[in-house]
């Protein structure tokens, strides 16, 4: 059998290099998407690895014949026409555990960003800061604490218990919403002590978002939020979607940031990438990053071993 892997959107060193040492030759060089197919057959590659960017539809694995493992290095494998993959006898993995404190972090620097209005601040400070400096001061004036407020998480596996963690860490309170998780003991680690347990029951996605000031939806996809769950929600509440594109439908979400009843929204994720709407990336009320919540160094060295502990396991 070929010991050829393709890791095409990459992979990290320590990761390729376990796989080296296992015997596997890994090359890194990004296959455009119209030749991938091409390249796989003709090069003989036995796996192949991606992450967001690339795309394994039934086109490319009715093509592949020889191919045996398609592995994500991340969560979300909406990008992989899974069940048709396995239908044809060929394993997929992903790395579910791996980047679940670096997107939980990155949620945290959009509401820090948010509630303290540094995501617009830094976009006018360059421009006017030395002719409006006492205009920018007071129209940033009105910034709110994150302690005390309610941190409402819609998906409550690993990636919304580590925002939990962190929510609770900064004195807040934490309603959940998950309907295959009714309750979660969370492991606070805390440096100098043992750490302490806290128990989250999860609640009804009504009570969730009539009573959360915060929103972070942790789902694999859907269309969790449109007009009617907006109307539902506190006036100024802040919507922060680091999941997937589409989770809160981007129309309705601008008409409600347009009518006050959003204060804040924070976007990682975009129905359009990779070319996300003007009408988002122009907003005034929104925080925007461009798809990096598990882009994180250690994320990313516990993303290729994890890859590469399952690819071996999977090629023996």
Not at 150 to 165: D, E, S, W
Not at 182 to 195: F, M, N, P, V, Y
Not at 254 to 272: K, M, P, R, T, Y
């Amino acid at each position: 059998m070929s010991k050829l892997i393709l890791a095409n959107d990459g992979i990290d060193a320590v990761g390729k290099s376990i796989l080296e040492k296992t015997g596997f030759t890994v090359v890194t060089e990004k296959v455009a998407q119209e030749n991938l197919a091409n390249e796989i057959n003709a090069k003989g590659y036995v796996a192949l690895t991606v992450r967001s960017a690339t795309k394994v539809r039934k086109d490319v694995i009715d093509a592949c014949p020889g191919l045996k493992v398609i592995g994500r290095g991340g969560v979300g494998m909406d990008n992989i026409d899974v069940e048709y993959a396995r239908s044809k006898g060929i394993q997929v993995t992903n790395t579910p555990a791996a980047s679940s404190n670096s997107v939980a972090e990155l949620v945290f620097a959009h509401l820090f960003n948010a509630v303290r209005f540094v995501y617009d601040s830094n976009r006018q400070m360059p421009e006017h800061g030395g002719s409006k400096f006492e205009e920018l001061k007071k129209k940033y004036a009105k910034g709110i604490e994150l302690r005390d407020k309610t941190m409402g998480i819609i998906g409550f596996g690993r990636i919304g218990q580590y925002t939990a963690k962190i929510a609770l860490g900064c004195g807040m309170k934490v309603l959940a919403y998950d309907p295959f998780v009714k309750e979660a003991s969370l492991h606070l680690d805390i440096h100098g002590t043992s750490g302490i347990d806290v128990k989250i029951e999860t609640v009804s996605l009504e009570t969730l978002i009539a009573q959360a000031d915060m929103i972070s939806l942790h789902v694999p996809g859907g269309k969790m939020i449109t007009a009617k769950e907006i109307a539902q929600m506190k006036p100024g509440v802040i919507l922060v979607n680091a999941a997937r594109g589409g989770v809160i439908d981007e129309n309705d979400l601008v008409e409600g940031l347009n009518s006050g009843q959003i204060a804040h929204a924070c976007l990682d994720v975009f129905e359009n990438e990779p070319t996300p709407s003007q009408s988002l990336l122009t907003h005034p009320k929104i925080s925007l990053t461009p798809h990096i919540g598990a882009a994180t160094n250690e994320a990313q060295e516990r993303i290729g071993v994890e890859l590469a502990e399952k690819l071996i396991d999977a090629l023996k």
